[in-house]
């Protein structure tokens, strides 16, 4: 039995322990490079999640694809994300500095985007109908306290729905200009570029109109400067001057939205 | 079972050992064997040697199972277990072959059934909202999980917004039902994508069941109008709330991650809480 293991009985064994065979060896490589580049595919391709290097994974790769998009490990990539990073990535997009985009670049989550969504919307339905009380008691001191439950369907979709479609359109117009960006990263810094609107939210229920006003514009302003000087680090040049002014006045639009259907 | 096992047992495993050792105490001259679920119709008669002690199908971890896995499988194996009982009027019973009377759940008093269900829901309301000594342990605490607690707590809670509503209460409902119903799920997707260890629909029963403090304010909320009284009766609750579901919640996750799997629990939480203090 020393001439090798080849005359054993092991063609039952096919498929349970992989043969090493030298061309093994591409593949893993083949294999850690996609994987680590992986994260920019949005939905994941892979049909799990892959740790990096693990030399199984050509046979993954080539099953159906689209099965990736139902498995929660394929997302969890998405997430990998402490709490003193989320802190961190909170912090510098209320600076509209430019190194948010550097700090996103390796790992971009989307943990961040889905729940200052997620908390926006529950404080403008409330601070909303709390600020339009207090509007409506100072100018005339009948009036009682109404809860306008719609205020939260509003909500809902006005900041998902700007926080969905607004960078998968620039998705889009960036790809049809020949720049090659990931929708993850479009995501996570649009949702970031909310977080400034949730302090602002607290503000805006003083009735003062003119506060109301100046506060307002001073947020739409460092937002959309936030937006701006990110989308020029994500395409590293400025002949979409065009492109970024728009991405500009649509969280100009957003912010002036807020302001005058929450807090008339 | 294998006491000489090598392979260290994770800590609530203990807690299975034993009930496990007293499932076989008590039936301890059966070789009962209980099916970890129930048999399909066209095999609903299946021989099980005798036993003085019939256990029914969904109630215990079936001694087969060996109890050193990792804890998530053994609420798996109840939870397939489980996964029929709710509430069925008719059930599927193991039919033994002219031994003694077998445990037919079909042809049982419906209040039987009803009665079985309320009785646990209550355990389970003990187990995860009331100070208890289990809580420390989420492997244990909500192993008989089912889904009718949060579903009426959901709808109760939505009903009595709604009737605290004077105006627009169908959507009112809409809103508070959506809220929760979507919000249980997402909040555990949320858990599950950050890394953590939780069975889905375990967690989803365990955020219905952490909502009665909260039913419970909105309910005294209905009664009272007055806004300052609402407040604190709503904090308190809150507070209630929170406190039941922070155990298992954090325990679920990575430490460096827990408070990004509790803050939308919170949030969620402190939404409702606004939502009945200013219904009007």
């Known amino acids: 039995m020393e001439e090798g293991y080849t005359s054993l009985p092991a063609s039952h064994l096919l498929g349970s322990v992989p043969a090493v065979i030298a061309e093994d060896k591409t593949t893993s490589v083949a294999s850690e490079a996609a994987s680590s580049a992986n994260l920019h595919l949005f939905p994941p391709s892979n049909g799990g999640y892959q740790a990096p290097g693990t030399p199984s994974g050509a046979d993954e790769q080539t099953t159906s694809s689209w099965q990736g998009v139902f498995s929660i490990s394929s997302y969890s990539s998405y997430f990998n994300v402490d709490t003193d990073v989320v802190v961190e990535r909170i912090i510098s997009s209320v600076y509209p500095m430019n190194d948010f985009y550097r700090k996103i670049d390796g790992n971009p989550d989307l943990y961040g985007p889905i729940w200052i969504s997620a908390t926006l919307m529950f404080m403008l339905a409330a601070l909303g109908n709390v600020g339009t009380y207090v509007m409506e008691k100072r100018n005339d001191s009948s009036t009682t306290w109404t809860f306008d439950v719609n205020y939260v369907e509003w909500s809902a979709c006005a900041i998902f729905g700007y926080v969905l479609a607004v960078p998968a359109a620039f998705y889009f117009l960036l790809q049809y200009f020949g720049f090659r960006t990931s929708l993850v990263r479009l995501w996570c810094m649009w949702g970031y570029s909310l977080f400034i609107f949730m302090p602002i939210c607290m503000l805006l229920v003083v009735p003062v109109e003119l506060f109301r006003w100046i506060i307002i514009i001073l947020a739409g302003t460092a937002s959309s400067w936030f937006i701006a000087v990110n989308l020029k680090a994500c395409t590293q040049s400025s002949d979409l001057m065009i492109l970024i002014v728009g991405a500009m006045v649509l969280q100009f639009a957003l912010a002036l939205f807020i302001k005058m259907f929450f807090f008339p | ?280």
Not at chain 2, 155 to 176: D, I, R
Not at chain 2, 199 to 227: D, H, R, T
Not at chain 2, 236 to 243: P, S
Request: glycine share 6%.
């Open chain 2, 1 to 280: 079972m294998s006491y000489g096992d090598t392979i260290p047992l994770h800590p609530s495993s203990q807690s299975d050992i034993d009930e496990v050792e007293n499932l076989i105490n008590a039936g301890a001259h059966s070789a009962t064997v209980l099916p970890v679920r129930p048999p399909s119709p066209s095999r609903a008669s299946i021989t099980v040697s005798h036993s003085p002690f019939p256990l029914p199908p969904y109630q215990k971890v079936p001694p087969s199972s060996s109890p050193t896995p990792v804890v998530p499988s053994v609420p798996a194996a109840a939870a397939a277990a489980a996964a029929t009982a709710p509430g069925e009027s008719s059930r599927i019973g193991i039919s033994t072959d002219a031994l003694g009377s077998p445990p037919d759940t079909l042809t049982e008093p419906v209040w039987d059934t009803v009665k079985r269900d309320l009785t646990r829901i209550v355990s389970n309301l003990k187990l995860v909202v009331f100070p208890n000594p289990y809580r420390e342990d989420p492997g244990r605490a909500l192993r008989d999980w089912e889904l009718w607690g949060p579903f009426f707590f959901i709808v109760f809670l939505g009903l009595t917004l709604s009737w605290s509503a004077s105006v627009k209460k169908s959507e009112v409902f809409a809103v508070a039902f959506a809220v929760l119903a979507s919000g249980a799920i997402i909040l555990t997707l949320n858990v599950l994508l950050l890394g953590g260890h939780i069975i889905f629909f375990q967690s989803l029963s365990l955020l219905g069941y952490c909502l009665f403090p909260l039913a419970v304010g909105a309910l005294v909320c209905m009664l009272e109008g007055n806004v300052i009284i609402k407040i604190v009766v709503v904090s308190v609750t809150l507070a209630w709330g929170c406190w039941a579901a922070y155990p298992f919640v954090s325990a679920a996750v990575n430490p460096r991650r827990k408070a990004l799997a509790l803050y939308p629990v919170f949030l969620m939480y402190i939404s409702v809480g606004f939502f009945i203090i200013a219904i009007d």
